[in-house]
């Protein structure tokens, strides 16, 4: 048997705060019906009939763990090495300690980084050594994900 992809009104995606939501029907990603993350972000819920989102994009894992929001943690479970964002509502299984490690201190230099723009507003970003390294290495790991 071959599987068969959900129609557009059956696919559906679970959040932390409203359980499962659909993507509305006037949404340019309502036809999809596959995606090669489970994740999306949205810019929008909206409730109806069911509770919708719009203005949805899927996002990969690096993406998800280097932007997203809560803080990162890792922990030892059954002999794996988790990462989890959000207290754990977001969780992936790490291929060892050293890259579960290495995915926080990217994301710890990329969250300083981003702290000290703030702080100075005409920091150039990609013309800075440490700026530019940070960079570089996100657009690869997420380039060849």
């Not at 499962?20 to 993350?37: A, C, G």
């Not at 990969?60 to 030892?76: A, C, E, K, M, W």
């Not at 100075?120 to 570089?136: T, V």
Request: glycine fraction near 4%.
């Amino acid at each position: 048997a071959v599987p068969k992809a959900p129609k557009p009104e059956e696919l559906r995606f679970k959040t932390r705060d409203d359980g499962y939501v659909f993507i509305h029907p006037s949404s340019v990603n309502f036809q999809v019906r596959h995606y090669e993350s489970p994740y999306l972000v949205y810019h929008e819920k909206v409730k109806t009939s069911k509770v919708y989102i719009r203005d949805c994009s899927m996002v990969s894992v690096y993406p998800l763990l280097l932007f997203g929001g809560g803080n990162l943690r890792i922990d030892l479970e059954a002999g794996n090495f988790v990462i989890s964002l959000d207290d754990g509502w977001i969780r992936f299984i790490a291929a060892s300690h050293e890259v579960a490690e290495l995915v926080r201190e990217l994301r710890l230099e990329l969250d300083q980084l981003l702290a000290d723009k703030i702080e100075n507003p005409n920091m150039d970003l990609c013309n800075c050594p440490r700026g530019s390294r940070i960079i570089d290495t996100i657009v690869k790991l997420i380039s060849t994900q």
